[in-house]
């Protein structure tokens, strides 16, 4: 399929699913999941990397790289939802919208349905890109303290991806068929499917 997406739902298509980040259960859910996932990630981070190093770490601790890193925290988040809109629009062409509904940023491209392929691209963009570039960084940077913020950002990071997660979920386990579309709106997303698939 060459198609990227469509301008409007084909004959033969229905709506299948409508995921509402302002729908409050799912909300609810969502962040639990993030939270659990934060816990875990910050608590395997503090006893197998800070604290057999805490000497080292304190040893680095400075004001100014601590407000880099409370600067750098929403700055990465519309660096990752930028980088969701960067695939739409290479993909689509099409006007992208972003804001944030507390506690969640999105963005979306909300005048097409893409395939299922443009839908996936998008939401593995910023897990992919930014667990690479957390990765190289940790490596590249020696000093402690400044190690420990990435890993702090990384875990961070990674339980922030926690929708875009369910949204692979739903395509991988859900929305098999390459077929499959999928109106962002940002904070609603609405899963449509071909009748009989």
């Known amino acids: 399929m060459n198609r990227t997406y469509e301008e409007k739902l084909p004959e033969g298509y229905s709506e299948t699913l409508v995921v509402d980040a302002n729908d409050k259960k799912l909300a609810l859910r969502l962040q639990i999941a993030a939270g659990i996932t934060a816990a875990a990630l910050v608590n395997a981070f503090f006893f197998l990397y800070a604290l057999p190093r805490l000497a080292e770490i304190a040893a680095g601790f400075s004001i100014?790289?601590?407000?880099?890193?409370?600067?750098?925290?929403?700055?990465?988040?519309?660096?990752?939802?930028?980088?969701?809109?960067?695939?739409?629009?290479?993909?689509?062409?099409k006007k992208l919208t972003f804001g944030f509904k507390p506690p969640s940023a999105y963005c979306g491209v909300p005048d097409v349905y893409t395939y299922r392929f443009t839908s996936l691209l998008s939401l593995f963009a910023p897990l992919t890109v930014f667990s690479v570039l957390f990765v190289l960084l940790f490596f590249l940077i020696g000093e402690p303290f400044s190690r420990a913020?990435?890993?702090?950002?990384?875990?961070?990071?990674?339980?922030?991806?926690?929708?875009?997660?369910?949204?692979?979920?739903?395509?991988?386990?859900?929305?098999?068929?390459?077929?499959?579309?999928?109106?962002d709106y940002g904070p609603r997303q609405v899963y449509c499917t071909k009748d009989g698939s």
Do not use: N, Q, W
Not at 70 to 90: A, C, D, M, R
Not at 159 to 173: A, N, Q
């Open 149 to 183: 913020m990435i890993l702090l950002l990384f875990s961070l990071h990674l339980s922030g991806c926690v929708g875009d997660l369910y949204g692979i979920g739903l395509f991988l386990f859900r929305f098999k068929s390459p077929t499959a579309l999928r109106r």
């Open 64 to 93: 100014m790289k601590c407000i880099c890193f409370v600067l750098g925290y929403p700055f990465y988040i519309v660096l990752h939802e930028l980088t969701h809109g960067l695939v739409y629009k290479l993909l689509t062409k």
